[in-house]
């Protein structure tokens, strides 16, 4: 094993180790949904419930594209998209921040604004890191950092953007799905 | 010099992501379409497109495969 591959298996462990931690903080507010919603849920909008979903689904193809690309030393591909990742990244923000939170339901009522806005803004915090990190590794590629053979921060990019990806497949239904509506 | 991750460089990558798109997109249509219903369907949806995005995409089993 060459020094470059012995470096990818360790960060590698370290990073699924810290989604490990990360399951524990989605995790308990998926419980505190259940616990204090129970079958119920807010009346939300649920086309832009599968709107936003759909474009987050959008984003995580074209990440792995984007790293399949770079492992076949396909730059042009790579870098499209890369761009169209935070592109569709940044439509999922908009659709949570610019539509969902200003909706008739707020922070301050009661269980159900405080957990569906504690849920989404955790949620949209990590999908904002994770537009940094596509930033940050759309500028080192710009520097031709990444290789067919060495590409380590590209497919930690994709393991956390898909993460995000993951959280939003149980958030999704818990938010929008699960349950009687009704106005709170 | 060794391909760290030989198992996206495959020509099929592109199409395996594709398929999997195409997957996730049917599931969430039809958990859509079955919304205030019992959970467990929701809930078992959920796990098997979670099990897609762990495998096909952030590819977990490269956690055990040696490279």
């Given at each position: ?12 462990l ?36 599968l709107?936003?979903?759909?474009v ?16 076949r ?29 200003r ?19 955790l ?22 950092r ?5 590409h ?5 990019c ?27 | ?26 599931l ?40």
């Amino acid at each position: 094993m060459t020094a470059v591959a012995g470096a990818t298996v360790r960060s590698r462990l370290g990073f699924w180790l810290f989604f490990l931690s990360e399951t524990f903080l989605f995790g308990a507010l998926l419980a505190v949904r259940f616990h204090l919603w129970g079958a119920t849920r807010p009346d939300l909008d649920q086309r832009l419930g599968l709107a936003v979903t759909s474009v987050l689904l959008a984003s995580s193809f074209f990440m792995n594209r984007a790293e399949a690309a770079i492992a076949r030393g396909d730059r042009a591909n790579f870098l499209g998209s890369l761009v169209l990742t935070g592109a569709l990244g940044m439509a999922f923000l908009v659709g949570v921040i610019g539509f969902e939170w200003r909706g008739e339901l707020r922070p301050e009522d009661g269980v159900y604004g405080s957990i569906l806005f504690a849920m989404t803004g955790l949620h949209a915090f990590h999908v904002l890191t994770g537009l940094v990190f596509v930033g940050a590794t759309l500028f080192r590629a710009a520097g031709r950092r990444f290789t067919p053979g060495d590409h380590w921060g590209v497919e930690a990019c994709a393991i956390y953007w898909h993460f995000v990806d993951l959280v939003w497949v149980f958030y999704y239904p818990a938010l929008y799905l699960i349950g009687t509506p009704v106005s709170p | 010099m060794l391909r760290v991750d030989s198992a996206v460089s495959r020509p099929s990558a592109y199409w395996r992501g594709l398929l999997t798109i195409v997957a996730l997109g049917g599931l969430t249509g039809f958990e859509f379409r079955i919304s205030g219903g019992p959970i467990l369907p929701l809930l078992l949806i959920g796990i098997t497109k979670a099990a897609l995005i762990l495998h096909f995409f952030m590819h977990i089993t490269r956690l055990w495969k040696r490279e």
